[in-house]
């Protein structure tokens, strides 16, 4: 039954999107002529810009296909499609375009094409979010659910029993357990391994997941071939689930299958591809919008104190190259170099500095990394090689971090892990967004660290005395 509901919701979601595309072609068009001309494109009549509409949400209904936006997504968040869905309507806003110019059949206005671009993506992620919102709480009601039989009973299976539990929103009801021995906490067991095929005939499940410990491996071959006789749905959790990637990469040699414990989704050419476009074309933007205010920084940094208006240090970058991490100077100008952090009250720090740092401002000059491909806009914070050397024997994992580019900003300094906080706290954020990393989670520090992630601790220097400070390297 779960199966055909699906397929009915595939189907009314396609045909939806279809519509609402349809419609946001048309309400751009008149927008451009009709709203802000007052008049009626001549060269191209209203039927004909309605068969254009069409012909526009048939291809953007199909690029989304492409995007994925029609595959099951029971374990994802509301609005986590978004980026996703701008993308791909700017991609079809773009073959639009191109068609416009290789066929010059139909002559519209790009400011057309961009209304159309804004309206269809705002309106379909507006749809899905409503539909995934409404189908999450449908599910946490007890309705719309997949009923599914763990296969064992020890770590693996109460990690995944508490799991489901504690995410209602994926529908997914858990009807008892299989296992050589019972445990009444775990819930109701159905019966032994052995059992299995005989449990399954009764077609009352939509999926089995397999949980067994490590020494429970023999049952594998008899488990599966149970559900196989049945065609029931397998999922299965690894031996090795505590060090499993989030997004593993799998590759084949003969029959010999290596899984790639450090693979991250920036591992992928397009994912990397698209977040170095999106870090120059950020890039470019800032430094274009904010060069008057960081002429108007540098007079400042020139008039505090003599020296240079740029400080620059040298940090560890993505592969452990290292590169000069550039900053307006907050400081006044001394014979010898620390690897150590500014502290609270530390007495190089002039007036005009300390200001800079209390607003990030002093971080500006990054965006010249971010362009020369130091840097991204959002990743873990850039380290001294000197603490690089000391921390990574004492954090696990610590020089993941450099497997991608550092950023300006990232998920844990937006989380508050900034001066003097927990470096393992920091870490364990910095590899959470490695494994977690996609566009909307990139969207989602941009904007927290714009609303709000910018201003830090630092109170700035009156009448000479200093206060609560950051460490050099926080945004």
């Not at 000069?324 to 007495?347: A, H, I, L, Q």
Request: hydrophobic content about 45%.
């Amino acid at each position: 039954m779960i199966k055909k509901n699906q397929t009915i919701l595939n189907v009314i979601n396609v045909i939806s999107d279809f519509i609402i595309l349809w419609i946001s072609g048309v309400i751009a068009w008149n927008i451009r002529y009709v709203v802000l001309d007052g008049i009626l494109n001549l060269d191209l009549t209203t039927g004909e810009m309605t068969a254009y509409a069409a012909l526009f949400a048939a291809v953007n209904t199909g690029v989304l296909f492409l995007f994925r936006l029609y595959a099951p997504q029971r374990l994802k968040m509301a609005g986590s499609n978004t980026v996703r869905i701008f993308m791909a309507c700017g991609i079809c806003a773009l073959i639009l375009m191109a068609a416009m110019f290789v066929f010059r059949q139909i002559d519209m206005s790009r400011l057309a094409i961009a209304i159309g671009w804004l309206l269809c993506s705002a309106l379909i992620s507006l749809k899905h979010i409503v539909l995934h919102a409404f189908l999450h709480a449908l599910r946490s009601n007890g309705r719309n659910l997949k009923h599914f039989i763990v296969v064992g009973n020890g770590s693996y299976a109460a990690g995944y029993l508490k799991d489901v539990e504690e995410n209602t929103f994926c529908g997914i009801r858990v009807d008892g357990y299989v296992s050589a021995s019972v445990r009444p906490e775990l819930g109701e067991c159905l019966g032994s391994y052995e059992q299995l095929a005989e449990i399954l005939e009764s077609g009352l499940y939509d999926g089995i997941v397999v949980a067994l410990e490590p020494h429970e491996t023999k049952f594998l071959p008899m488990i599966l071939d149970a559900a196989d006789k049945e065609g029931t749905y397998v999922e299965m959790i690894p031996f090795f689930n505590d060090y499993y990637p989030k997004h593993p990469t799998i590759g084949v040699i003969g029959n010999t299958r290596l899984v790639d414990l450090r693979a991250t989704p920036l591992d992928n050419p397009a994912n990397a591809f698209l977040k170095r476009l999106t870090d120059i074309l950020i890039s470019v933007f800032a430094l274009v919008v904010l060069s008057p205010l960081m002429l108007l920084i540098a007079a400042g940094v020139k008039i505090s104190s003599p020296g240079p208006v740029i400080f620059k240090q040298e940090r560890m970058g993505r592969n452990k190259k290292l590169f000069n991490m550039y900053k307006f100077r907050s400081m006044r100008v001394t014979d010898s170099e620390s690897t150590g952090w500014s502290t609270d009250g530390d007495p190089r720090k002039t007036k005009f500095g300390s200001f800079i740092r209390k607003f990030s401002l002093d971080e500006l000059p990054q965006f010249f990394n971010v362009l020369r491909g130091d840097m991204s806009v959002v990743g873990p914070r850039p380290e001294i090689p000197y603490h690089i050397d000391h921390f990574k024997n004492e954090i696990p994992r610590y020089l993941v971090r450099q497997q991608v580019r550092p950023g300006i900003t990232g998920l844990a300094q937006v989380n508050g892990y900034r001066g003097d906080t927990s470096i393992a706290e920091r870490v364990k954020l910095d590899l959470e967004y490695i494994d977690d990393w996609s566009p909307e989670l990139d969207l989602k520090i941009m904007w927290s660290t714009v609303f709000g992630g910018m201003i830090n601790s630092e109170v700035v220097i009156r009448d000479g005395k200093h206060a609560k400070g950051r460490t050099d390297d926080d945004i």
